[in-house]
């Protein structure tokens, strides 16, 4: 009895890979169908899951109605449920139906894509994906690739890479700049006196990659509403000149973080330009909103950048991960870190037509990511996207409307996007101890910010089945928490 089931578990064929992946398939659709049942945030404390499963791998097959059963035991109950309709922490993590079934098919050609030849179709369809997608954002003609372009687009799997990639090919750019006019300067040398430069509200990952990057970074101060200008940046580099510097990039934030922000491009990018260093912009969470022509100014002075990126895996109904980056000049990124061992060539790529994406990343590997674009694409048509955009653009400044219509309530940063970034008016203890009482709940999850040295709470729109329904429960939870706490004498 016992042999021919291990057998059967331990080694899935076709036949069971049908009928379990019909299971799977209904699985997915009834978690998602009933997600906001569940609590959106678990109730477990740190090494919870330890003591769920035994200490060591399984010598012989588990049986797979058990793992299944398992999956409602010990997975879900420390499950974050980011897609549930009461998330509103972080930015969204996009998903849609079509990304999952195109990253199932992903799976199963289970290709390794680092070359054109190591699976035509999956450096092919990434290019033209890059395109559509730069083409709906109304990118610049020199970040389209086309047949004949020399800029173009990649996808990364996080903005975090895009920003560390761009950072070292601008490092790499600068010292050869410096070294061409000045042969006797060392590598070394001219590393020490380079500087990048961000906005004090860029994203953590920004100064990470200047410390994977080894280089100085500085960050510039901005204004009230929390966005660098021109004048900040100008300022800096005049000193950092007179002190021997090496200015040699930037990195600019359409739609920070904290309270999506948007710093001021258009006087940034002539600056950058002027002084020959390198503008790198993360629109990391805002970048899907340029697809709406109401959002695409927020975009003028790309034209100035030598980078780009934005995550679909964010706000573009597509899954993680997909983070989609384009360069003006696809020779200052391939150009940076070529390494062409034997095993890797292939016959075509001498032919100047040829992409091999491998050289455009960190990883040697990467996988058929751009399925889930096309997938996505052709399924929700420009207009589908646009109207998921829009709808949770609307539920933001509906949520605006009620922290506005009540007194207690103070709105802390303009809402342009899906972010609304509010408090108690009060201390910032105050606001912690509210923050505390929703997340104990856990009928609905926010994480807060710091702006200006205020504690404040982050209310963003992130399932794509949201509704203003939602919207209203969080914000009856809300007040009725505030209540209970400004009664109190906490
Ligand atoms: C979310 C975010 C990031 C980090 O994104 P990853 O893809 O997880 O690296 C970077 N910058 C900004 C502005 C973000 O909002």
Redesign the pocket.
């Known amino acids: 009895m016992i042999v021919p089931l291990l057998c059967f578990s331990g080694t899935m064929d076709a036949a069971e890979f049908r009928r379990r992946g019909r299971e799977m398939v209904d699985y997915v659709a009834d978690y998602l169908e009933n997600i906001e049942q569940r609590p959106v945030y678990p109730d477990v404390e740190p090494g919870y899951l330890r003591s769920l499963i035994p200490t060591e791998a399984p010598l012989e097959p588990d049986n797979y109605d058990d793992i299944i059963k398992d999956v409602e035991r010990i997975i879900m109950p420390g499950v974050t449920h980011w897609q549930s309709p009461y998330f509103f922490a972080?930015?969204p993590a996009a998903s849609s139906y079509p990304a999952m079934l195109a990253d199932m098919l992903c799976g199963a050609i289970g290709c390794i894509g680092f070359s054109w030849a190591a699976s035509p179709a999956c450096t092919e369809l990434e290019t033209v994906m890059l395109d559509w997608l730069g083409k709906m954002l109304k990118l610049p003609e020199h970040f389209i690739a086309g047949t004949h372009g020399h800029g173009g687009g990649v996808i990364q799997?996080?903005?975090?890479?895009a920003?560390l990639m761009s950072l070292l090919a601008a490092r790499c750019k600068a010292v050869r700049r410096v070294q061409e006019t000045n042969p006797e300067r060392l590598e070394a040398e001219v590393l020490s006196k380079l500087v990048a430069y961000s906005s004090e509200q860029?994203?953590s990952?920004?100064e990470r990659a200047s410390l994977i990057g080894g280089v100085m970074m500085r960050k510039v101060p901005t204004d009230n509403t929390y966005a660098v200008g021109g004048g900040m940046l100008k300022k800096m580099l005049e000193e950092d000149r007179a002190a021997g510097l090496i200015p040699f990039y930037f990195c600019a934030?359409l739609?920070?973080?904290s309270s999506c922000a948007f710093d001021h491009i258009t006087e940034l990018g002539p600056i950058c330009n002027e002084e020959n260093m390198w503008m790198h912009i993360?629109?990391?969470?805002a970048g899907s909103a340029f697809i709406c022509p109401e959002f695409r100014p927020l975009l003028n002075g790309i034209e100035f950048a030598d980078s780009f990126n934005f995550?679909p895996?964010?706000w573009l109904l597509i899954n993680f991960d997909c983070?989609t980056m384009w360069v003006k000049k696809r020779q200052d990124i391939i150009g940076a870190f070529k390494v062409e061992p034997l095993y890797l060539k292939h016959e075509n790529q001498e032919s100047g037509l040829v992409t091999d994406y491998r050289h455009w990343q960190i990883p040697l590997g990467r996988r058929f990511r751009s399925l889930k674009m096309w997938f996505v694409f052709r399924l929700y048509g420009i207009e589908g996207l646009q109207a998921h955009i829009r709808k949770q653009v609307v539920l933001a400044k509906e949520f605006e409307s009620l922290v506005r219509a009540d007194k207690r309530f103070e709105i802390c940063a303009e809402v342009v996007m899906g972010l609304v970034c509010f408090r108690l008016k009060g201390s910032n203890e105050l606001n912690q101890l509210l923050l505390k009482r929703i997340t104990e709940s856990r009928t609905i999850h926010l994480v807060p910010c710091q702006l200006s040295g205020l504690f404040v709470l982050r209310f963003a729109v992130c399932s794509r089945v949201t509704d203003s329904g939602h919207v209203q429960h969080a914000w009856r939870q809300i007040t009725q928490l505030s209540c209970e706490l400004l009664q109190s004498d906490h």
């Open positions: 972080y930015f799997s996080t903005a975090s890479e920003t860029a994203h990952s920004v934030t739609g920070t973080t993360d629109a990391a969470y995550n895996h964010k983070s």
